[in-house]
């Protein structure tokens, strides 16, 4: 098709150049204005072919007129040999001059469409192209499927390789997307951790998924390290779920938010699913009433000594008894939460109600000094008055800094490491007390970890899970406390629900456990009452 449509732009523009011969023939020759359209094919031959076309035309443009074309046709008067080859020469300057205007103009206009449709730094096209290029399919009434890809560790790998090498590993990894059989080049940038795939529908999809995804869960090897990444994918369908560019991009991304809370790798996106996107909007708007309203409440768990089975700390856990919708889980508000600015206000009442409850315990045990543990987020870490609005509000209820602690994973505290450490310091060395949480699912905390200020360790409940199901977690987990103890660290089991669990962690010389082999969460009242019956949280005849 594209041969067909060339030749015939050729033909037209030669037959453009005779047409106007023609004119200039019967309406007396070159003396006459007509013979100025002959810069018409010229101009023409131009923009298509640019300098070559121009330059070509105009000399067959001023062969027509030269030396067979009469200067006054009814005298049948010649032109002059000067005449004719000046106008030819004149013709191809024209031809030129045009030529590189256009070339120059497109040139400018290719550089205009890379930056608005095309990223720089990976130099895939962009979301603006995605949803042309979406709508040309529409137009088309092509079937297919649009799926996001979301690159969920993200930021692990940019603190593991650093800022210099990020972007090659970028480039390489989308190479090894690309290099997907029935993927090529249909792939389209979002931003640095999300991308846009257009899968045309007669791929079978639940077959291209599962090869996908399994294709994708072999590590990429960049600069001698294997990297793991760990993605999920948004789905969506035209022309079944919407027949508009917008819609399904918008589809696509809900898809990819159910997906991570379901904890799935994929999610094909469901009309009832529009409603998901609602109730998150609804859901955080209910967070700043129920903050006033005191709707939170937080519950607390037991850190056990694995020496003496005493109880040191509890942590502090929160729960949202919504006034309409009833018990709404952690699971399910808590990660929104954190992405949005109501983590700043709902830290701060956690805070609060945990200092206050603090002088609770003790008031009711005056011979212990109970301490509480406290979960932060990334995003209050990174709060330039963090650290002093903490120290401000023990200030304030007069509680030993000794008596609070601070749960940060380990994924959240490389963010912006350097200052996270020199705060943590300044929390340290009032007396607080740090908990690195999770430990085990990130990238970086072999290299700083002998920089980080932390007091204890948390084993991150996975590994306690498949304790006498895989050897290799074992050996993970013989690992992290030999190591934690070499750096004079405690170690925190959470996650512990069988006595076959507690009896390897003591073994292994593990300090502390938590989890519902002990007790399960509990409110203060009813954590009181039991601390002034017993000292010691020990299992209940019953085996978890």
């Given at each position: 098709?594209?041969e067909?449509?060339?030749?015939?732009?050729?033909?037209?523009?030669?037959?453009?150049?005779?047409?106007?011969?023609?004119?200039?023939?019967?309406?007396?020759?070159?003396?006459?204005?007509?013979?100025?359209?002959?810069?018409?094919?010229?101009?023409?031959?131009?923009?298509?072919?640019?300098?070559?076309?121009?330059?070509?035309?105009?000399?067959?443009?001023?062969?027509?007129?030269?030396?067979?074309?009469?200067?006054?046709?009814?005298?049948?008067?010649?032109?002059?040999?000067?005449?004719?080859?000046f106008?030819?020469?004149?013709?191809?300057?024209?031809?030129?001059?045009?030529?590189?205007?256009?070339?120059?103009?497109?040139?400018?206009?290719?550089?205009?469409?890379?930056?608005?449709?095309?990223?720089?730094?990976?130099?895939?096209?962009?979301?603006?192209?995605?949803?042309?290029?979406?709508?040309?399919?529409?137009?088309?009434?092509n079937d297919?499927y649009?799926?996001?890809?979301?690159?969920?560790?993200?930021?692990?790998i940019?603190?593991?390789?650093?800022?210099m090498?990020?972007?090659?590993?970028?480039?390489?990894?989308?190479?090894?997307?690309?290099?997907?059989?029935?993927?090529?080049?249909?792939?389209?940038?979002?931003?640095?951790?999300?991308?846009?795939?257009?899968?045309?529908?007669?791929?079978?999809?639940?077959i291209?998924?599962?090869?996908?995804?399994?294709?994708?869960?072999h590590?990429?090897?960049?600069n001698?390290?294997?990297?793991?990444?760990?993605?999920?994918?948004?789905?969506t369908?035209?022309p079944?779920?919407?027949?508009?560019a917008?819609?399904?991009?918008?589809?696509?991304?809900?898809?990819?938010?159910?997906?991570?809370?379901?904890?799935?790798?994929?999610?094909?996106?469901?009309?009832?699913?529009s409603?998901?996107?609602?109730?998150?909007?609804?859901?955080?708007a209910?967070i700043?009433?129920s903050?006033?309203?005191?709707?939170?409440?937080?519950?607390?768990?037991?850190?056990?000594?694995?020496?003496?089975?005493?109880?040191?700390?509890f942590e502090?856990?929160?729960?949202?008894?919504h006034?309409?919708r009833g018990?709404?889980?952690?699971?399910e508000?808590?990660?929104?939460?954190?992405?949005?600015?109501?983590?700043?206000?709902?830290t701060?009442?956690?805070?609060k109600?945990?200092?206050?409850?603090?002088?609770?315990?003790?008031?009711?045990?005056?011979?212990k000094?109970?301490?509480i543990a406290?979960?932060?987020?990334?995003?209050?870490?990174?709060?330039?008055?963090?650290?002093?609005?903490?120290?401000?509000n023990l200030?304030?209820?007069?509680?030993?800094?000794?008596?609070?602690?601070?749960?940060?994973?380990?994924?959240?505290?490389?963010?912006?490491?350097?200052?996270?450490?020199?705060?943590?310091?300044?929390l340290?060395?009032k007396?607080?007390?740090?908990?690195?949480?999770?430990?085990?699912?990130?990238?970086?905390?072999?290299?700083?970890?002998?920089?980080?200020?932390?007091?204890?360790?948390?084993?991150d409940?996975?590994?306690?899970?498949?304790?006498?199901?895989e050897?290799?977690?074992?050996?993970?987990?013989?690992s992290?406390?030999?190591?934690?103890?070499?750096?004079?660290?405690k170690?925190?089991?959470?996650?512990?629900?069988?006595?076959?669990?507690?009896?390897?962690?003591?073994e292994?010389?593990?300090?502390?456990?938590?989890?519902?082999y002990?007790a399960?969460?509990?409110?203060?009242?009813n954590?009181?009452?039991?601390?002034a019956e017993?000292?010691?949280?020990?299992?209940?005849?019953?085996d978890?």
């Amino acid at each position: 098709m594209f041969e067909d449509r060339t030749l015939l732009l050729i033909f037209s523009i030669l037959f453009l150049a005779v047409l106007v011969a023609l004119i200039v023939y019967f309406t007396g020759g070159t003396r006459f204005s007509y013979a100025h359209l002959i810069y018409l094919p010229i101009i023409l031959a131009a923009y298509f072919y640019k300098i070559k076309g121009g330059i070509t035309a105009a000399l067959i443009g001023g062969f027509l007129l030269g030396p067979y074309m009469p200067l006054n046709t009814s005298t049948m008067t010649m032109q002059g040999l000067e005449n004719w080859t000046f106008r030819i020469s004149l013709l191809v300057v024209v031809g030129t001059f045009a030529g590189y205007l256009f070339s120059l103009l497109e040139s400018q206009l290719e550089q205009v469409n890379q930056i608005a449709y095309y990223d720089s730094e990976t130099e895939l096209p962009n979301k603006l192209k995605l949803k042309k290029e979406l709508e040309k399919e529409i137009e088309a009434e092509n079937d297919f499927y649009l799926l996001i890809l979301s690159i969920n560790n993200f930021i692990d790998i940019y603190k593991m390789i650093g800022f210099m090498n990020f972007s090659n590993y970028i480039k390489k990894l989308l190479q090894y997307i690309k290099d997907f059989e029935k993927i090529r080049d249909q792939i389209y940038y979002i931003n640095e951790s999300k991308y846009g795939l257009i899968l045309k529908k007669e791929a079978d999809l639940s077959i291209f998924l599962s090869q996908f995804v399994e294709y994708m869960d072999h590590a990429v090897e960049f600069n001698q390290i294997s990297i793991f990444n760990d993605i999920s994918l948004g789905i969506t369908a035209y022309p079944e779920q919407s027949q508009i560019a917008d819609e399904l991009i918008d589809q696509a991304f809900l898809s990819l938010e159910k997906a991570a809370s379901k904890k799935l790798q994929y999610w094909q996106y469901q009309e009832q699913d529009s409603s998901f996107k609602e109730s998150n909007i609804g859901l955080l708007a209910d967070i700043n009433k129920s903050i006033l309203n005191d709707d939170f409440e937080l519950y607390y768990q037991p850190k056990v000594n694995l020496v003496d089975r005493s109880v040191e700390t509890f942590e502090a856990l929160i729960r949202w008894n919504h006034p309409e919708r009833g018990f709404i889980s952690p699971a399910e508000f808590i990660p929104r939460v954190e992405q949005s600015s109501l983590i700043e206000p709902l830290t701060e009442w956690v805070v609060k109600r945990a200092l206050n409850d603090i002088n609770k315990f003790n008031q009711k045990n005056e011979d212990k000094n109970y301490s509480i543990a406290v979960n932060i987020s990334a995003r209050n870490l990174q709060h330039p008055n963090f650290a002093e609005s903490l120290i401000q509000n023990l200030e304030f209820f007069n509680i030993n800094p000794e008596r609070l602690s601070l749960e940060i994973t380990e994924t959240d505290l490389i963010l912006e490491i350097k200052e996270n450490i020199k705060k943590l310091k300044k929390l340290k060395s009032k007396g607080i007390k740090i908990y690195l949480d999770d430990f085990g699912k990130g990238y970086s905390s072999l290299k700083y970890l002998k920089e980080l200020p932390v007091d204890y360790l948390k084993i991150d409940q996975y590994f306690i899970k498949n304790i006498g199901l895989e050897k290799s977690t074992e050996n993970i987990i013989h690992s992290i406390i030999n190591m934690a103890h070499a750096l004079n660290l405690k170690v925190v089991a959470e996650g512990v629900e069988k006595k076959e669990q507690l009896d390897f962690l003591q073994e292994l010389g593990c300090d502390y456990a938590q989890g519902y082999y002990f007790a399960r969460p509990d409110t203060k009242e009813n954590i009181i009452k039991k601390l002034a019956e017993e000292d010691k949280y020990i299992l209940n005849s019953i085996d978890n």
